[in-house]
């Protein structure tokens, strides 16, 4: 298997700007998440989806995040407009619907906002 | 606030030595935890878990322990290996109310030869 594809793996972009990062959950994965880690916070979750239904956004911070997930295979997380505190590593993961499943993450989005 | 919390942000230990990293959490809920294990520019990757209805589970060198009356876990590695050296991220979910994990901080191996 592929594993969790995200992509760009890194974008430099001005403040101001749009930036869509891009997830591919591993082939029957049922659930997605969105992580970010930056090094005051560390790994915090933003949002996770199941059967690609937002299930918890309560950690996205505000309304110039957003994430969609048309479909099974794929996810957008979405900065607009974003902001130089914005910069930090954004993960995906993906897993099964089962009870405590581990998670398996993406290689992650450096993202450097000017 | 932190759920999950790793208060040495480091650590250095000698190959062939035991390493032990630590973890607290505050939420009672938690009934599943994790470890995991990141190298620079990787995504984390998963190491060893337990189940609250454990306290000690254990995988070649690594063994993880729980003492819930504490809410406090551990990670031994043994014997410890200079491929050892990076982040390593305590985890925890409440499995009844998804399956969202609440990461510590992290603390950074160092196994030196």
């Known amino acids: 298997d592929a594993g969790v594809i995200q992509s760009p793996r890194h974008e430099v972009t001005e403040m101001g700007q749009e930036v869509t990062l891009r997830c591919k959950p591993i082939s029957g994965h049922n659930s997605l998440f969105w992580y970010r880690q930056t090094m005051m916070r560390g790994l915090e979750l933003l949002i996770y989806f199941n059967n690609n239904v937002p299930i918890d956004d309560s950690g996205m911070p505000e309304d110039r995040f957003s994430a969609k997930m048309p479909n099974a295979s794929f996810s957008t997380l979405k900065i607009q407009p974003s902001e130089p505190r914005d910069s930090a590593v954004y993960f995906c993961a993906s897993s099964r619907q089962i009870a405590a499943e581990t998670q398996y993450f993406g290689p992650g989005t450096r993202l450097l906002v000017l | 606030d932190q759920q999950v919390k790793q208060n040495s942000p480091s650590l250095s230990v000698q190959e062939g030595r035991i390493s032990i990293l630590n973890c607290d959490y505050t939420n009672s809920m938690f009934d599943y935890f994790l470890w995991y294990k990141k190298y620079p520019a990787e995504g984390p990757t998963f190491l060893i878990s337990?189940?609250?209805?454990?306290d000690k589970n254990e995988d070649g060198r690594f063994t993880v322990f729980l003492n819930k009356s504490a809410k406090h876990l551990s990670l031994h590695i043994v014997p410890s290996q200079p491929g050892d050296s990076a982040v390593y991220f305590c985890?925890?979910?409440?499995?009844?109310?998804?399956?969202?994990?609440?990461f510590g901080k992290g603390t950074s191996l160092l196994v030196t030869p």
């Open positions: 337990i189940s609250s209805i454990k």
């Open positions: 985890a925890a979910e409440n499995s009844n109310s998804g399956y969202a994990l609440n």
